[in-house]
């Protein structure tokens, strides 16, 4: 086959904000035109742009398809189709994958792309993102001739383009030597891609500025419009500043008065404001999920009749309306609506119970001796205030409980110890295949090593058709609703806003900027 998410601050934080941001906006020179710099609010950092080893999803919405460039990418039908390939090739037994790049591409370094830098990407890729590197096993991505990579499996490997394309650590080609240029943590040091904007700056704990790549080359058809990810990118902004704004308030107070031109994080309780305001747009999508991860290394979460009676005891709807107010839907699919061909009902059984009889009798047959379950949650946000309403459901149950409050970056510091909680929230965004869902992996902190998952994971994985690899989907989730690697409490939707002075933006599963203009 060839396929060619509070408080409010007081109002005079806002201004101060505002006095930082117009300061960055000047710089041109006397007679030439401004710069357009789009200025956009973001509520979380992360701890690196190195998207090969960090899934966060701001840190993805910002370099992916922006900075950065894949093999193949995403349309609005989640189809995988080209963008640093000319085109790709599965073998008739899917073992096999073949990739032809497109000529003449420059890096952000002046330095064109070549079959070394694919090479070296790709398989840094592997080596960082457990998803892949189970169905890769052994193999890696070679040069097989100028201009053609390809990647050898020992057994069909299908979906490996869709992992590829839309993988929540992104396969982003970089250059050869930015792989091999590592920082003490491991991320790399330099931030150089293909993409239409090329890293500015980054001030941690205020903002990262991109400028426009002005040697960027587009792929596919001039005027025709960006589908999904894919298409021909023209960018008409200068600049971009993403701007670190945990507090909401300050957020819609700097959207109002045009501090800012997007608000990517729109508050539940801003949106009859925003929709009340006709010289803004807002846009409201399911964007993922809520989940509640064991720790199953130690403690009384490693226990399958303690996680299996915490489950069936909880009310999610409860939980989500405290944490989402009225952006949510409730559902037991690991998947979300918008992927109809992997939403699945398996396991809806087990979903939302709420039954607190039922979750004390297996309670009696777990091991639970009445130790505090440490729960550790994070902000910006209001997962802390859904972890209250969960606390007091599970206190009705005789389950002793306590919360600890972090930032997002220590939240994902601390997930990598056992020792430090036996719960803790995280939401998991849209990916294109289930086998993305990086909580089935026995890597991801959580620790999922269950034999049997283990097993339904690699029949998925090695199926050798979408409609097999579909059919062996209902087992895997049936079974992890039994299992509970984690759980399910429901759909977020997200919700973006911008000033109607912007026009062209992508909105695929976030907001992206390669052809937006500022009037």
């Keep these: 086959m060839v396929f060619s998410f509070r408080r409010r601050l007081p109002f005079l934080l806002s201004l101060l904000a505002a006095s930082r941001i117009f300061a960055l906006g000047g710089g041109e020179r006397p007679g030439e035109p401004a ?50 390939a000319e085109d790709f090739e599965i073998s008739p037994d899917g073992t096999v994958l073949t990739f032809r790049l497109r000529e003449g591409v420059p890096f952000h370094d002046g330095s064109m792309m070549r079959a070394a830098d694919v090479v070296a990407s790709m398989n840094r890729w592997i080596d960082s993102y457990a998803p892949a590197r189970e169905l890769a096993g052994d193999s890696r991505f070679e040069e097989i001739a100028a201009g053609l990579v390809q990647i050898r499996f020992s057994a069909p490997a299908v979906t490996f383009p869709d992992m590829i394309a839309g993988s929540p650590q992104s396969a982003i080609i970089t250059s050869a030597a930015a792989c091999a240029g590592e920082d003490s943590r491991g991320f790399m040091r330099s931030y150089i891609g293909t993409g239409p904007f090329r890293f500015s700056e980054w001030k941690e704990g205020q ?7 002005s040697a960027y080359l587009p792929y596919g058809v001039p005027g025709e419009p960006v589908d999904g990810w894919a298409g021909y990118k023209d960018p008409q902004i200068d600049k971009i500043y993403y701007h670190l704004v945990p507090q909401a308030g300050t957020r819609l107070a700097g959207l109002l008065t045009g501090q800012f031109d997007v608000d990517y994080n729109v508050d539940n309780d801003d949106l009859p404001v925003i929709k009340g305001k006709d010289d803004l747009h807002l846009v409201n999508y399911q964007a993922g999920l809520l989940a509640l991860i064991f720790n199953k290394k130690q403690g009384p979460c ?74 550790l949650t994070s902000v910006p946000g209001t997962t802390n205030q859904g972890v209250l309403v969960m606390m007091a459901q599970l206190e009705k149950l005789g389950i002793k409980t306590e919360m600890t409050v972090v930032d997002w970056t220590t939240l994902l510091q601390y997930r990598n110890d056992p020792s430090r909680y036996d719960i803790y929230t995280s939401t998991f965004y849209s990916v294109p295949i289930p086998s993305l869902k990086l909580f089935l992996s026995p890597s991801f902190p ?58 062209g933006i992508t909105v695929f599963n976030g907001l992206y900027f390669w052809n937006a203009a500022i009037r």
Excluded: C
Excluded at 455 to 471: H, V, Y
């Design 446 to 503: 959580g620790w999922s090593d269950d034999p049997r998952l283990a097993r339904l994971l690699g029949d998925f994985n090695s199926a050798r058709s979408r409609e097999e690899a579909r059919e062996r989907w209902e087992f895997l989730q049936a079974y992890a609703w039994e299992y509970l690697p984690i759980v399910n409490l429901g759909h977020l939707s997200q919700a973006h806003a911008w000033r109607d002075r912007v026009d």
């Design 207 to 213: 903002y990262v500025s991109l400028e426009k790549f």
């Design 302 to 375: 490693a226990d399958l009749n303690f996680r299996q009676a915490l489950n069936a005891a909880l009310n999610a709807d409860e939980i989500m309306k405290a944490v989402f107010g009225e952006q949510y839907t409730l559902g037991s699919s690991y998947m979300e609506d918008t992927q109809d061909y992997w939403n699945s009902p398996a396991g809806k059984e087990h979903y939302n119970r709420a039954d607190l009889e039922y979750a004390g009798e297996l309670l009696k047959k777990s091991g639970y001796a009445g130790e505090t379950i440490r729960i």
């Design 35 to 84: 710069p357009k710099i789009l200025h956009v609010a973001v509520m979380q950092e992360f701890p690196s742009l190195d998207l090969h080893k960090n899934s966060t999803l701001i840190a993805r919405q910002i370099g992916a398809g922006q900075i950065w460039e894949k093999l193949v990418t995403l349309n609005s039908r989640s189809d995988v189709v080209p963008e640093l």
